[in-house]
């Protein structure tokens, strides 16, 4: 994972050197593999194991500072303006794999001008080694960088039916991908598709015939949750990966998918203009399942860690981790309760 170190001061303050964050970061269990300077930034190499998916953003990075640090972190609200008219009398999502792709969140923005992007847009994912391709593209890759969901940006009017179906590819079927080759998908592999062929192979990448170009003016955003087993296979089997798929073969947070669909619209709206239409596509299980307490028995503490963490200090890095806890005080024998976050 690359971090921009002036990207991730964005969402938390820090008054200490890159070298002292990214120490501690290491420490915390984010290994440092290099820093580089990069023209007015840094960029930061840190390994992130495949246990800690959450920090495949600059969000999730920014959590751990800021409670390394104990500063505040600020995420972005995404807020967005609609159109007013309904996105569910433009398009439709079906989802007829749902072991492939539980959830799948789509919406759709009219009347975007596809063109260079702005300075501050450019020059983060340039910092972190990714080439600006236009506006709406680079708009699907920050967001990725930003919090660790992919995206995929469709030509609304080059999906034909103009709808999705996920669905597993057909024996046979080949899709031209927008690294400009042809694959052959097998019935294991899941398909994003229109009314009549596959668009996308789905969490890996998307299709040549309905990219982001010059003359596209209606997009519709994919935000997706994909079997993670899935993914590893086809990526492999394909001989062909991606950030989506690195991504979404180690899970990602099913929870965030409406705030990051949201958050990408906004910045399209901001760098492309446009009109949303109102509302989303939301297709498959609900976002957010119940999730069971867990417990923290300080008198084991020392036992587990080999060291002592006073109760109080515990308390405060797993709330500011985003666990909730259950109760004001803690059991009589001290063990403290919490819900964990998604």
């Not at 002036?6 to 120490?23: F, G, I, K, Q, R």
């Not at 640090?69 to 007013?84: D, Q, R």
Request: aromatic share 4%; glycine share 8%; hydrophobic share 40%.
């Amino acid at each position: 994972m690359i971090v921009s170190w002036n990207w991730l001061n964005d969402y938390v303050a820090l008054d200490a050197s890159v070298e002292t964050v990214a120490d501690r970061l290491m420490m915390a269990g984010l290994n440092l593999e290099s820093i580089e300077e990069r023209v007015g930034d840094h960029a930061v190499d840190l390994e992130v194991t495949s246990n800690r998916p959450d920090c495949l953003g600059h969000i999730g990075v920014a959590r751990e500072a800021s409670v390394l640090f104990g500063k505040p972190l600020t995420i972005p609200t995404a807020s967005v303006k609609t159109n007013g008219s309904p996105v569910a009398s433009a398009t439709s999502v079906s989802i007829e794999s749902p072991d492939l792709c539980p959830r799948y969140v789509a919406r759709v923005i009219r009347g975007v001008k596809i063109g260079p992007s702005p300075a501050w847009l450019k020059s983060r994912l340039e910092a972190i080694g990714i080439a600006s391709i236009n506006n709406v593209v680079d708009v699907t890759n920050y967001c990725l960088m930003e919090c660790g969901q992919p995206f995929h940006a469709f030509d609304f009017d080059k999906l034909r039916g103009g709808r999705i179906v996920v669905r597993r590819a057909r024996a046979g079927e080949k899709i031209n991908a927008i690294d400009h080759n042809e694959y052959t998908l097998t019935p294991d592999m899941c398909a994003i598709c229109d009314a009549e062929r596959p668009v996308a192979v789905a969490g890996v990448m998307g299709g040549a015939d309905t990219e982001i170009c010059s003359s596209t003016t209606n997009v519709l955003i994919e935000v997706a949750d994909f079997s993670s087993m899935s993914i590893r296979a086809t990526a492999r089997k394909l001989n062909l990966h991606s950030p989506s798929s690195y991504r979404f073969e180690r899970g990602v947070d099913s929870a965030q998918m409406d705030w990051a669909s949201r958050r990408c619209c906004e910045l399209i709206l901001q760098v492309a203009g446009g009109e949303l239409l109102d509302g989303s596509i939301w297709a498959g299980e609900p976002a957010v399942a119940a999730r069971s307490t867990v417990s923290l028995r300080s008198s084991q503490t020392r036992r587990i860690l080999g060291i002592d963490v006073p109760k109080e200090e515990s308390h405060r890095i797993l709330v500011a981790l985003g666990l909730k806890p259950t109760a004001d005080q803690a059991d009589a024998d001290g063990t403290r309760h919490y819900i964990p976050p998604s």
